[in-house]
């Protein structure tokens, strides 16, 4: 396609155009005979979840050497100024960056 088209006025063009089916209340008939499927209830979706959580826990557990990434944890944390500060610079531009994507619409 080498030529832009105009979406929005393409689709006022057909909608005026066009002329429309009326339903004689058809959709509304369907819609009132079908049956509501009731939802998972809150406390049976949360059992669910808690379940499978455990579950790959237990599974993570049981699969990877905990006492090798055990002694990948430091056992003191140093914080000098620098750190602050760059951290600080960090936690700015990713805040100025998703102020700027929201505003720009550039997500």
Same mark, same amino acid.
């Given at each position: 396609? /080498?030529?832009? =088209? &105009?979406?929005?006025?393409? $689709? ?7 002329? =429309?089916?009326? &339903? ?11 049956? %509501?499927?009731?939802?998972? @209830?809150?406390? %049976? &979706?949360?059992? *669910? /979840?808690?379940? +499978? /959580? #455990? ?7 049981? +699969? $990877?050497?905990?006492? %090798? #990434? ?6 003191? *944390? ?9 951290? /600080?610079?960090?936690?700015? #531009? ?6 700027? @994507?929201?505003?720009? &619409?550039? *997500?």
């Amino acid at each position: 396609m /080498t030529r832009e =088209t &105009d979406i929005d006025n393409l $689709f006022a063009t057909l909608r005026s155009s066009e002329p =429309t089916i009326p &339903d004689q209340g058809f959709s509304a008939q369907v819609l009132a005979t079908l049956e %509501k499927q009731a939802g998972l @209830a809150l406390w %049976k &979706d949360t059992l *669910i /979840t808690l379940l +499978f /959580t #455990l579950v790959g826990c237990l599974l993570a557990y049981a +699969f $990877f050497p905990v006492e %090798k #990434l055990a002694a990948f944890v430091p056992s003191s *944390i140093h914080i000098s100024p620098m750190s602050l500060v760059m951290l /600080t610079g960090a936690i700015a #531009l990713a805040c100025s960056s998703a102020y700027w @994507a929201a505003e720009t &619409d550039a *997500i």
